[in-house]
């Protein structure tokens, strides 16, 4: 499981805070990178019951980010949506790594 913590620390550390376009792509590859290390932790009998309220969490922030992306959005408007998006990301990740120690 070390190489699963060292995943979510990487992934942790790339997590953007400004809204910007590449951000977004960036906030959005992260999202799909960390669902695929739940699916790979859900696998494990040690963490399967463990990780589903995590994977349910991923919905609500590619929401977030989603309405953060709108074009009818104003900057102030958007900078707190994706600032929302990233900072739940990342104590959704902390809570993680906590749990699976």
């Known amino acids: 499981m070390n190489e699963i913590h060292e995943k979510l620390d990487e992934l942790f550390k790339r ?3 400004r809204h910007t376009t590449d951000n977004v792509k960036e ?6 990178e960390y669902e695929e290390l739940l699916q790979t932790m859900e696998a494990d009998a040690r963490y399967e019951q463990l990780v589903a ?8 922030i590619r929401t977030t980010v989603k309405k953060s992306n709108d074009n009818k959005a104003s900057k102030k408007v958007k900078d ?11 104590d959704t990740m902390q809570e993680l790594m906590q749990l699976s120690n």
């Open 53 to 60: 309220p995590f994977i349910d969490a991923l919905d609500s």
């Open 80 to 90: 707190e949506l994706f600032d929302e998006a990233s900072g739940d990301l990342k």
């Open 27 to 32: 906030i959005y590859s992260i999202l799909d």
């Open 15 to 17: 997590i953007p805070r």
